[in-house]
């Protein structure tokens, strides 16, 4: 079962100006994080606290970056995901593909953003929307 939504992620070509926009008087003084390069995941992420959720801002690492086609689509950024939260990511898994959904890669939990294991599942099936689920 889908539990509460974690964060939603945002593409970025410049974090530290997006960041910016978040740090500034536009949003108020949103708690924001600092800028940190995730190699292993081709992407700089900085987190912006909400009392409900976060927004994980995005910027490709790296010349294998996952959000780089996005972004060639989407040049001055976009909403890249939404990530919902579940208890069992395995079961979770299982679930959704029994119902047809499809995993993106080779279907395996990584670990994510949080050191949280971590599936996307494919837009097709949701509406256009990539949907990472982190188990919490
Ligand atoms: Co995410």
Redesign the pocket.
């Given at each position: 079962m889908l539990g509460r939504l974690?964060?939603v992620?945002i593409a970025v070509p410049d974090i530290e100006a997006a960041a910016s926009v978040y740090r500034g008087t536009f949003v108020m003084g949103a708690k924001v994080s600092k800028a940190v390069p995730q190699p292993d995941h081709g992407v700089t992420?900085v987190f912006v606290e909400l009392a409900n959720t976060k927004i994980?801002l995005?910027e490709p690492l790296g010349d294998k970056s996952p959000i780089a086609n996005f972004l060639k689509k989407n040049p001055s950024g976009g909403i890249?995901?939404?990530?919902y939260e579940v208890e069992d990511i395995y079961a979770a898994r299982d679930q959704m593909v029994a119902q047809g959904a499809t995993i993106t890669g080779d279907g395996q939990p990584k670990m994510?953003?949080?050191g949280k294991p971590?599936i996307f599942l494919h837009p097709k099936d949701f509406n256009g929307t990539l949907i990472?689920l982190?188990q919490v």
């Open positions: 974690n964060h992620a992420t994980e995005l890249h995901h939404v990530c994510g953003a949080h971590v990472e982190e």
